[in-house]
Each structure stands twice: as structure tokens, then as C-alpha cells.
């Protein structure tokens, strides 16, 4: 992730590149510092596997349900299958710039192509992005622990319906709890390789999300209690055509992970693996997300929210029904924590390359290292504490930087060729992903600004 002024030379190689200092990529990295890694031999493939497939399976999620509902089943799983292709190629983009010109991270690659301005925007998307997920992470936390309150509306959390409202099961109290918990231990790591046990949790969490909303749906279709799910949308004059597309920018920024490739690629004893990686990473996802997509909006028809989770917070007309939403909720919620430290590592890679483009790795620097973790966890904490109102803007933005990082900027790298490998398919496909992505940023520009316009009208 890179970190390094893109304007010296590339020809300066440290003795063992395969961990070469991602904040001074540039610099000649020397041998006693590298010694500390000696011992390590390279993550596994499953292990890269589950922190890749963490990355890519976030809190979007939840928001695919409500994108087919509004596309139809087959549009929407033929434009998810699409993306991840598309994604598939910009990663493939990225890699093989990489390996050709011996760069090991996604910042030092756009130095390299771009310039210091190229390496800055990168990083400062990647910030921007980061930061702006984590903040909505730990809110959907509180939502789902201590509940919240819309309007004149309190919908309870997991703890407040099982033992009633209490001080140390508000939201202040809760969220520091799982920062000070689960947060602080699991970003204290300085290998994106220690969270593999963690990841492969978090995947499994969200495949049983997909089991019980399967295995639900599937009971209530041989019973008869849900509708067919239309197979097209409707389309009834231009509103209902351009409606449409507000959903391109969930499904574009559904698979965002290119900002770890580079981390998980760097720990690979055979660099060679990372392509297969990537492509057995997105087929678990992709099944994972048309697997959840399908059953949610078969289970919820039209009645499907914008945040599938909400619709787990009533009777699903079955049997233990309370409990099977309990247990959605709460795995969720596992879930969502075990994500946040892979998407954190990536973050604080970034926030300290930008401040510190020329230092050493933060990994050999604890006191910098805990600086700048503190500093971003209380940051986090406290945003998501006094304005928990802000996942509509954060999604906007968020949505905006995620584009750039995994489309636009990769599809920049092919099209300057400074390595000399990009094809005529390579360009097709840029010029394709670039045309998506802006696309997908002026629709969500202009849904963001009309729903502001909406609120105002109404209050």
C-alpha cells in the first residue's frame, strides 16, 4: 500500500524485495532491519484467501439484497458476475505492473507511473475510504448491540431486548468495549497474515448468514408464503430507467480490495500464486453475494429494505423466529468486527505513508505504530459515537474514493503502459472501467444531492 515517492529510481532493489519497506519503497532498505523477518515463511494460499475475501465481504453486503430487488434476479446476478470480472482484470492490472517493475505496493506503483501526486491520491483515497467504512462498521455495531432511534422510532438492539436498558449496555459503553476488546488486539498485529484465523472466521460468519436466509426462504416457498421474485425490472416511464442505476454504485464498489493485494502478494513465498488467489477469492464471493442476493429477495420480495439486516428485526413467519433473527444479527455483527482490523491494517499503511513518506515501516517503529493506531481508533470511536447520522454521506463518499482506487486508477496505469505490457483487450477494459466508474459517481453524486434536497422539503 504503498508508500513511497514515486520519483527516484526503480533500479534500487534491497537484498530480500519479497518484504522490501513499503513506506520508502524507494530507499535502500537495510539488511539488519530485515532480519526480524527471517523466521517468517510466507503466508499460506487459504490463508491469503480469507484476508482477501474479508476485505472484499464488508457491510455491502446487505445493500445487494435491495440492488436485485430493484433490478430483477437476472440483470442483477449477470451485472454482479460482471463486476467481478471487471475487477478481476483491474487487480490482474495491477499485479502485473507490480512483478514487472518489482514494485510492492499499490502507492509506489502509482508513484512510479505518476509521479508524487499520483501516489498521494492513491493514499488519500484509500484514507478517505477506509476511514469512512470503519466509521459506518462500528455504527452498524451500535445498531445491532444497543439499538437505535429514527426519528420517534427506537428500534432495540440485541442487548437491550434481551436484558433491558442499562448504562453499560448503551451505545458509548458498548462501542468502547468492542474497540478496547476486539479492536485494539486484533490492529495491534504488524502482519496481515496473523489475521488469517480471524478472517476465515469472518467468511464463515457470513456464509451462515447465507444458510439461514436460504434455508428460510426455502421453507417458506414449499409452504407457499412467499412471491415469486420478478426475473426483470419494471419499467413504467424514465424515473423507473434512471432508478435503475442508482444501484450500479453498490454493485461497482461491492468488491473493492485492490488496497491489500499488494500487503497480502508482499507475504507470499511464491509471488506466482497471487493470481489464482485472487480468482478463488472472488468466486467465494461472488457465490457468496449471489447466494445472499437471490434468497434475501426471495425471502423479503418487494418488501426488501436498502439494509437487509432491518428486516431481520421482526417475524419471519417461522418457527423460532425471534431466535433465528437474534442469531443473524449477532453473527452479522461478528462478522462486520473480524473485517474491521483487515480494512484497519490497510488504513493505517496509507495515513502513515502519507505523513511519513520517507521513514522507516511503521511495523519497525512501536512508537509511531502506536501512535498512529491509538489516534485512528479513537478517531473512529468518537465519529461513530456523536454522529452516528452520517452513513448516508459517508456511503456517498466512500462509494466516490473506493471507484478510484479499484477501477479509475488501475485503468490510469493501463492506459499510461509505462512497463509496456498492456494489450488491446488490457485497454478495452480500461477505458471500459473508467466509463462504469464515472458513471456510478455521477449517479450516486446525484441521488446523494437529491435525497438532501428531499430531507429539506420535508422538514
Known amino acids: 500500500m504503498g508508500i513511497g515517492d514515486g520519483s527516484s529510481s526503480g533500479n534500487q532493489q534491497p537484498v530480500h524485495k519479497e518484504i522490501r519497506d513499503e513506506t520508502t519503497p524507494l530507499l535502500q532498505v537495510k539488511v539488519e532491519e530485515d532480519e526480524g523477518f527471517h523466521e517468517f515463511n510466507g503466508t499460506s494460499f487459504s490463508g491469503a484467501v480469507f484476508n482477501l475475501s474479508t476485505t472484499i465481504v464488508g457491510a455491502g453486503i446487505m445493500a445487494l439484497p435491495a440492488s436485485i430487488k430493484m433490478l430483477g434476479i437476472i440483470p442483477g446476478i449477470l451485472l454482479i458476475i460482471i463486476v467481478?470480472?471487471?475487477?478481476?482484470?483491474?487487480?490482474?492490472?495491477?499485479?502485473?505492473?507490480?512483478?514487472?517493475?518489482?514494485?510492492t505496493s499499490y502507492g509506489w506503483l502509482m508513484g512510479e507511473v505518476f509521479g508524487q501526486w499520483g501516489r498521494i491520491a492513491l493514499q488519500g483515497s484509500v484514507i478517505i475510504n477506509n476511514v469512512g467504512v470503519l466509521i459506518v462498521y462500528m455504527i452498524i455495531i451500535g445498531d445491532v448491540l444497543s439499538g437505535t432511534t429514527s426519528g420517534d422510532v427506537h428500534h432495540r438492539g440485541i442487548l437491550e431486548g434481551w436484558f433491558g436498558a442499562h448504562l453499560w449496555n448503551s451505545r458509548p459503553i458498548v462501542l468502547l468495549a468492542t474497540a478496547l476488546l476486539v479492536f485494539a488486539p486484533l490492529v495491534s498485529?504488524?502482519?496481515?497474515?496473523?489475521?488469517?484465523?480471524?478472517?476465515?472466521?469472518?467468511?464463515?460468519?457470513?456464509?451462515?448468514?447465507?444458510?439461514?436466509?436460504?434455508?428460510?426462504?426455502?421453507?417458506?416457498?414449499?409452504?407457499?408464503t412467499v412471491a415469486i421474485p420478478k426475473l426483470f425490472p419494471e419499467l413504467d416511464g424514465l424515473?423507473?430507467?434512471?432508478?435503475?442505476?442508482?444501484?450500479?454504485?453498490?454493485l461497482v464498489t461491492a468488491y473493492i480490495c485492490h488496497y491489500n493485494v499488494h500487503s497480502i502478494d508482499n507475504e507470499l513465498e511464491d509471488r506466482t500464486q497471487i493470481k489464482p488467489i485472487v480468482r478463488t477469492s472472488l468466486f467465494l464471493c461472488s457465490s457468496v453475494y449471489i447466494a445472499t442476493s437471490f434468497f434475501a429477495y426471495l425471502l423479503f420480495g418487494e418488501g426488501t429494505l436498502d439494509d437487509v439486516l432491518a428486516n431481520f428485526d421482526a417475524n419471519l413467519g417461522i418457527p423460532f423466529s425471534s431466535v433465528f433473527d437474534d442469531i443473524v444479527r449477532v453473527s452479522y455483527a461478528a462478522h462486520v468486527m473480524l473485517v474491521f482490523p483487515i480494512v484497519f491494517f490497510a488504513l493505517r499503511l496509507n495515513l502513515d505513508g502519507l505523513l511519513f513518506p520517507t521513514s522507516r515501516h511503521i511495523s519497525r517503529d512501536n512508537k509511531r505504530f502506536a501512535i498512529i493506531t491509538i489516534s485512528l481508533l479513537t478517531v473512529i470511536y468518537l465519529a461513530a459515537i456523536l454522529i452516528p447520522s452520517i452513513w448516508d454521506a459517508f456511503q456517498f463518499t466512500g462509494a466516490t474514493a473506493a471507484v478510484l482506487i479499484g477501477f479509475i486508477f488501475p485503468a490510469m496505469v493501463i492506459l499510461r503502459d509505462s512497463y509496456g505490457i498492456a494489450t488491446k483487450r488490457d485497454k478495452i477494459l480500461a477505458v471500459t472501467m473508467i466509463v462504469l466508474a464515472v458513471l456510478s459517481n455521477s449517479v450516486a453524486l446525484y441521488s446523494d444531492a437529491m435525497n438532501i434536497l428531499r430531507k429539506k422539503e420535508v422538514a
Not at 84 to 103: F, N, P, Y
Not at 239 to 250: Q, Y
Open 239 to 250: 424515473n423507473s430507467i434512471w432508478n435503475l442505476f442508482t444501484a450500479v454504485p453498490v
Open 84 to 103: 467481478a470480472l471487471l475487477t478481476e482484470a483491474s487487480i490482474d492490472v495491477l499485479v502485473r505492473c507490480s512483478h514487472q517493475g518489482k514494485i
Open 189 to 224: 498485529f504488524k502482519r496481515l497474515d496473523s489475521l488469517r484465523y480471524t478472517s476465515a472466521l469472518s467468511v464463515a460468519l457470513a456464509v451462515v448468514f447465507v444458510v439461514i436466509t436460504a434455508g428460510i426462504a426455502i421453507i417458506k416457498l414449499f409452504n407457499g
